[in-house]
């Protein structure tokens, strides 16, 4: 058995209620504790393993960003490809239908954004009826 050489260390009161919880909910001593915490600070795979865990949340929000960029690009290809289709096979009205179309229209508009409204407060979304399984696109 090693002998240990006693250390005195103040501590904030939150802090100590901390360690004093942690060491009870484990059964162990407040002094092995503070120990294995104090050698896990020190210990030259503590920057490794920091390193390896900010690298898996890189690594997350790298995917999270892919897809929110599929997502987005999407959603933009979808709005164009509608606009294109409309304006290519709708004809213009005549002159004298225009003001009463212009009122139809803000009314549609108005009926549209509160079924857009509930829907995006219920779902479901458009991209979740696109499948997730999409081959990724080169640029």
Request: hydrophobic share 40%; glycine share 6%; net charge neutral.
């Amino acid at each position: 058995m090693t002998t240990k050489t006693p250390f005195s260390v103040y501590l904030d009161p939150e802090l100590m209620h901390a360690l004093a919880a942690y060491a009870d909910r484990r059964g162990k001593s407040r002094s092995l504790v503070a120990e294995a915490a104090i050698a896990s600070f020190l210990s030259p795979d503590a920057d490794e393993q920091r390193e390896a865990a900010i690298a898996k949340r890189l690594d997350k929000l790298d995917r999270r960003t892919t897809r929110l960029e599929r997502d987005v690009g999407i959603g933009v290809e979808m709005i164009a490809m509608f606009v294109r289709f409309w304006l290519s096979n709708t004809p213009p009205p005549p002159e004298a239908e225009r003001p009463v179309l212009r009122r139809q229209g803000g009314d549609r508009y108005d009926a549209f954004m509160e079924a857009l409204g509930r829907r995006l407060a219920k779902g479901p979304k458009v991209r979740q009826e696109i499948g997730e399984d999409l081959p990724p696109q080169e640029e």
